[in-house]
């Protein structure tokens, strides 16, 4: 499982590096300001992502642990955490001129948990949501408490999720086709990730989608028994 995974992640590097390459190959012969300015930018872009890339896999095997250790447990208040995504999207929300709609029960109480990492599992979430909704499309957040469980809710009216597809989206490097021509930025570990982080909290998260139409991704956060505040 490790070789096939090392195999496709390095599949994953080569792409920027070859960019890096070439545009470093360029760049010591161009003379031309404005052409300079593009292969630096381009460097900029290929360097960011292979950072990215590390940062996920590292997250990913510190998940892997598969324990609470993997967790720095305290209080969570997840309305806050989502005004934290949003802040942090907004960049990107503007750029597309999405709509966002945000629905939150106030009325949620603080739950242990590890803010950082549940604050990453719904930002994978939202940011997916931006990335595969088309310009001028629309976005909603939504929070709520159901049986002994807080739930987060996130619907978005982007290109959706064909049902081939969508039982594997929560599986290391998987991406959709469809997903790769719109948004070639993600290497298909965000989900895993949030599904990792959510499965430490002893929660769930969930997909629905209609292709064309959008999709509904739900995460289902646990309002600890004693076993697991115990374990805090
Ligand atoms: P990626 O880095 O490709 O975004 P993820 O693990 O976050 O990887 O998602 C896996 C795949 O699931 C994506 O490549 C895409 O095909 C699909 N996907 C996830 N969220 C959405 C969404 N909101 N709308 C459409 N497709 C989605």
Redesign the pocket.
């Known amino acids: 499982m490790l070789n096939n995974f090392i195999r496709d992640i390095s599949h994953e590097f080569r792409t920027p590096l070859a960019v890096i390459d070439s545009s470093a190959y360029i760049l010591r012969r161009t003379e031309d300001a404005e052409k300079r300015d593009l292969l630096v930018e381009r460097l900029t872009t290929q360097v960011n992502r292979l950072v990215r890339i590390l940062e996920e896999i590292l997250t990913m095997t510190e998940l892997d642990m598969q324990t609470t250790e993997a967790l720095s447990l305290s209080s969570v208040a997840v309305n806050e955490l989502i005004g934290d995504v949003m802040i942090e999207l907004a960049p990107l929300v503007d750029g597309k001129r999405l709509r966002i709609t945000e629905n939150l029960d106030l009325s949620l109480t603080a739950i242990p948990g590890d803010p950082e990492r549940l604050r990453r599992a719904i930002f994978?979430v939202v940011q997916?949501?931006v990335?595969?909704t088309p310009d001028g499309g629309s976005i909603s957040v939504q929070t709520r408490n159901i049986d002994s469980a807080q739930l987060i809710e996130v619907k978005?009216t982007?290109?959706?999720?064909e049902a081939d597809?969508l039982i594997h989206?929560f599986e290391r490097l998987?991406?959709?086709d469809?997903?790769r021509a719109i948004e070639d930025n993600?290497?298909?570990?965000?989900?895993?990730i949030a599904k990792q982080i959510l499965v430490l909290h002893r929660g769930k998260i969930q997909a629905e989608?209609i292709p064309g139409q959008g999709?509904l991704?739900r995460l289902i956060l646990p309002v600890a028994g004693d076993e697991y505040a115990r374990s805090a």
């Open positions: 994978n997916n949501a990335n595969y978005d982007g290109i959706g999720i597809d989206i998987y991406r959709a469809k997903a993600g290497v298909g570990l965000g989900l895993s989608s999709s991704f």
